[in-house]
């Protein structure tokens, strides 16, 4: 009912009951007048005081952040008139609109008080799924116990919420000690093996091995093989943005071992944009989980793992990868032929309930035939937007 109408109705009314009183008179109809009266005056008294000065306030938006499935409570603070605490009958009513912004899913959520409320309110949010979650829209209703002339508060965008992929407790890699992976974790002597990074003009003295023939005939000069050693302690966990979702949990499980072994973490993902992040000490835990949380659902080019996959470890130059996917990518042996052998390891995530399919088997044994170790991870009783013991991984090698 739009505002002029109730104003509209009220004014008539109480004209009405003062007309009947004047013309007719009586102890029923000017006590009629008298309590439509003050019936009218508190609802524009309440109208008045509320009207303008009705404010919703959210905390920083660097403390939105908790896991996927659990229940959270939005906190917001209301700014308004003191009298709005000790108006007798006053009620409000605060509803937020949230945007998925992976899918546009939109979520509304409402919560109502009466009279005696605080200034401190609070909104309870159900277990959402993983994504980052746009406030598109907070509005604020109050008016008077009859809810005659209600007061209406909009306001625009107000911050993000981040559901956070809970990171799987995944067992720790063979050999692995309180320092770190044991050289299981890469070839041995892999840390001694130079990898080539480039070319540069042949010094005197070079020895003849080290002339690159290819761009000496491009250039019209020698030119030599430029190598480095591998970055040390660094981990590379590539994730597969085409896959399930359970991936984005095996993949922060990784990321969280890693840094709990006092590893240096980089993390990729496969999803066209370029996210990746490096992170040291398990206080940068939440930056991974953020990034993770970012992962589109699907929509992801399928061949783009694998070329993540190989420019990455290039790039990067780290001495052990781990690639999680939650699909047998048939472009990914290809890749592994050209990494250093044993360098790299496969972790797949099965999300669906019974056996492995027969191609994800043969998958498996085409990648174990190039040197590659493939870790199988069965999410047992996972289900999608459930938390706490529903995130148990169990790995087969």
Same mark, same amino acid.
């Given at each position: 009912?739009?505002?002029?109408f109730r ?7 109480l004209?009405?009951?003062w ?7 009586g ?11 003050l019936w009218?005056g508190?609802?524009?008294? %309440? ?33 308004g ?6 108006l007798?009958?006053?009620? &409000?009513?605060?509803e ?5 912004l ?11 008080w009466?009279?005696?409320f605080?200034?401190? &309110?609070a909104?309870q949010?159900?277990?959402l ?6 406030v598109?829209?907070l ?9 005659l002339?209600?007061?209406t508060?909009?306001?625009?965008g ?10 799987w407790?995944l067992?720790?890699?063979?050999g ?11 070839p041995p ?24 023939w ?22 590379? %966990?590539c ?12 993949a922060?499980?990784?990321a969280?071992?890693? &840094?709990?072994?006092g590893?240096?973490v !980089? ?13 040291q000490g ?5 930056e ?9 659902y ?7 793992f694998a070329?993540?996959a ?5 790039q ?10 939650? !699909?047998?990518?048939?472009?990914l042996p ?20 019974g ?15 190039i040197g590659? !170790?493939v870790t199988?991870?069965?999410a ?18």
């Amino acid at each position: 009912m739009g505002a002029w109408f109730r104003w509209t109705g009220l004014l008539c009314l109480l004209t009405g009951v003062w007309y009947a009183a004047w013309m007719h008179g009586g102890r029923t109809a000017w006590f009629l007048a008298s309590a439509f009266s003050l019936w009218g005056g508190y609802a524009i008294a %309440v109208f008045w005081l509320l009207r303008g000065r009705l404010r919703l306030v959210q905390p920083a938006e660097a403390s939105l952040r908790w896991y996927a499935g659990e229940p959270y409570t939005l906190c917001f603070r209301l700014e308004g008139p003191d009298a709005l605490r000790w108006l007798p009958g006053v009620w &409000l009513t605060v509803e937020a609109e949230l945007q998925h912004l992976g899918s546009g899913e939109r979520l509304l959520l409402r919560e109502s008080w009466t009279s005696g409320f605080g200034w401190e &309110l609070a909104l309870q949010l159900p277990g959402l799924r993983r994504g980052i979650y746009r406030v598109a829209a907070l509005t604020v209703r109050a008016g008077d116990g009859f809810s005659l002339l209600p007061v209406t508060c909009r306001r625009g965008g107000a911050g993000q919420l981040y559901v956070l992929p809970r990171p799987w407790k995944l067992a720790a890699e063979p050999g692995a000690g309180p320092s770190g992976p044991r050289s299981a974790a890469r070839p041995p002597g892999w840390a001694d093996v130079p990898q080539v990074c480039g070319t540069r003009p042949y010094a005197p003295g070079d020895p003849l091995r080290r002339i690159h023939w290819r761009s000496s005939a491009r250039t019209g000069e020698l030119r030599a093989v430029e190598t480095e050693l591998p970055a040390a302690g660094l981990q590379l %966990v590539c994730l597969d943005a085409a896959g399930a979702d359970v991936a984005a949990e095996a993949a922060a499980g990784l990321a969280q071992r890693a &840094l709990e072994l006092g590893l240096r973490v !980089r993390l990729a993902v496969s999803d066209g944009q370029g996210s990746a992040l490096d992170a040291q000490g398990r206080a940068r835990l939440p930056e991974l989980l953020q990034l993770l949380a970012g992962v589109p659902y699907g929509g992801a080019r399928p061949e783009a793992f694998a070329e993540l996959a190989l420019r990455e470890f290039r790039q990067s130059g780290a001495a052990a990868a781990a690639l999680v996917t939650a !699909r047998a990518d048939a472009q990914l042996p290809a890749v592994l032929r050209a990494l250093p052998r044993g360098a790299a390891r496969v972790v797949y995530v099965h999300g669906g309930a019974g056996a492995l399919p027969d191609a994800v088997h043969d998958w498996k044994r085409q990648l174990e035939a190039i040197g590659c !170790r493939v870790t199988v991870l069965a999410a047992g009783s996972y289900a999608a937007g459930q938390g706490g013991a529903g995130h148990a991984a169990t790995g087969t090698e």
